[in-house]
């Protein structure tokens, strides 16, 4: 099993900056994919950003040139940067983990992102 748990949410004004963290523990060693999912009162859930492997990086178009996703696996950390945050980004900011050994998701709990003036 993979534990994951976020930290860096909070409020912030429109035009604003936060990091998003996430750190995996547990049986890591099989872990492909990290990102982030996203989801807002009333919306679908909505992938943000994930990194498959490697240094390949995919954003959803809402937040492409304004989020940056990174991973640092001395640490087991993946990082969602993001900038000129917009009410819209509103949400719960939710870390996943994919594991190459079966097709599951491994999911943090959440944090909470406020974007308000």
């Known amino acids: 099993q993979v534990q994951l748990v976020e930290s860096g949410g909070g409020l912030v004004q429109p035009g604003g900056s936060l990091r998003l963290s996430c750190a995996a523990s547990?049986?890591?060693?099989?872990?492909?994919?990290m990102g982030w999912y996203r989801q807002a009162p009333g919306k679908e859930r909505e992938l943000v950003a994930v990194m498959p492997g490697g240094s390949s990086t995919n954003y959803a178009n809402s937040v492409k040139g304004r989020f940056t996703i990174s991973r640092d696996n001395a640490k087991n950390t993946v990082y969602l940067q993001m900038n000129s945050l917009k009410t819209e980004d509103t949400a719960v900011y939710y870390c996943?983990?994919?594991?190459?050994?079966?097709?599951?998701?491994?999911w943090g709990p959440g944090t909470q992102v406020t974007v308000s003036s």
């Open positions: 547990g049986s890591i060693f099989s872990i492909s994919a």
């Open positions: 996943f983990a994919t594991k190459w050994t079966h097709d599951r998701y491994y």
